[in-house]
DNA sequence: AATTATTATCGTAATTATACGATAATATCA
DNA sequence: TGATATTATCGTATAATTACGATAATAATT
């Protein structure tokens, strides 16, 4: 019964959450920072750099861009991708939110 | 081979990756809320509010706490946990660096 | 000492994630 | 049209996650 209790938690939690699974593989990072780095929203160049095999870089890339992490569009046999600026400013936005209110609760030492 | 090639990605990464694992379910997203809100440092209380058993919210408990965002101490039979303010205002400072230095290579729009 | 209350751990099952090789799909180029 | 290059998808294996009930561990209370 893995992962079937989410629909009773809050859309925000949930939206978070999903933006933070996006986030929880280092290997999604790493995308996020080639395509950030190259001017040209490379593709196949990401398989060169990375330790992974193509049809594994391909999934990873699939998972950011169903998070809405990334764009993609096809560019004759290549693929190109480049980062949704919009949506991951909302990520930063939605999480420095939670921290903010966390801390606004309370920040007393405890235990 | 699920999730093996971890060790060839920086440690930034990794550890940038561990954080967001751990607010990767929105039941922890919601601990942590409730941990915040209770000026004392609730235990079973977190049991009563979500909907899930009392074994799975020990799980994510101590996945939090394994990630660090948590502390917990034993207060006679029961146990009281908190938010570790330092650890997750750490994060919290690594994602934005993150953000602002991947926007700083680069904001053109792209494809 | 026995009971009670609270929490952690164990055992288990189902689902998801991760990774790869192989293959299919797509479009460019000869 | 045929060959080539690039990427997505399929199939599969392994590992991790999520969830629960049952049980063990811990300490306060009677």
């Not at 809050?10 to 929880?24: C, D, I, M, P, W």
Request: charged share 20%.
């Amino acid at each position: 019964m893995a992962s079937a209790k989410t629909e009773e938690f809050t859309q925000k939690e949930q939206h978070l959450a999903a933006f933070a699974k996006a986030l929880s593989h280092p290997a999604r990072i790493a995308i996020l920072k080639i395509l950030a780095q190259q001017n040209a929203c490379i593709c196949g160049k990401i398989v060169e750099v990375l330790p992974l095999a193509q049809s594994t870089v391909s999934q990873h890339l699939k998972e950011l861009k169903n998070a809405g992490l990334i764009d993609g569009t096809v560019d004759g046999p290549k693929s190109c991708y480049c980062i949704n600026w919009k949506a991951f400013a909302k990520f930063n936005a939605e999480f420095n939110s939670l921290f903010s209110s966390l801390k606004m609760q309370n920040e007393k030492a405890c235990c």
